[in-house]
Each structure stands twice: as C-alpha cells, then as structure tokens.
C-alpha cells in the first residue's frame, strides 16, 4: 500500500508542476501582451495630444495639465 500512495503523491506532484508552468506561461504571455496593447495606446494618445492640443512649445504633459484643470 505504501508503494501506492508514493506513486499518487509523485504523479500529484508532476501534475502540480506541470500545471504551475502551463499558468505561468499563459500569465506572462497575457501580460505581455497588455503591456504592449498599453503601451500602444499610451503613444496614439500622446501624438494626439501633441498635434490637436498642444500650444506651440508646450510638452504633452503640460497640455494634459491644463486640459485636465491641474494647472498650478
């Protein structure tokens, strides 16, 4: 009976494992894939501040600013 209850536990063990690295391959491909999708978004966003916003010589940032009432 002994014999049996280490095969169960070592067969849980490999399905654990295998399953562990299946998640994380799948989480971290997500991610990357946020982040990109983010990170596209963030610049579109940015070149459409800068050519309908923005004064002349102001940052994005700056007419984000004032856009969005937080001037100082």
Do not use: C, H, P
């Not at 799948?26 to 990170?39: A, N």
């Not at 940015?46 to 010589?57: H, P, Q, T």
């Not at 940052?59 to 856009?67: M, S």
């Amino acid at each position: 009976m002994t014999k049996l209850a280490n095969m169960v536990e070592k067969i849980s063990e490999s399905v654990t494992e295998g399953y562990q690295k299946i998640e994380d391959g799948v989480v971290g491909g997500y991610k990357k894939i946020e982040d990109g999708v983010v990170d596209g978004f963030n610049k579109v966003s940015d070149k459409f501040v800068e050519k309908l916003f923005a004064k002349d010589g102001e940052t994005v940032e700056d007419a984000r600013k004032r856009l969005g009432g937080e001037e100082e």
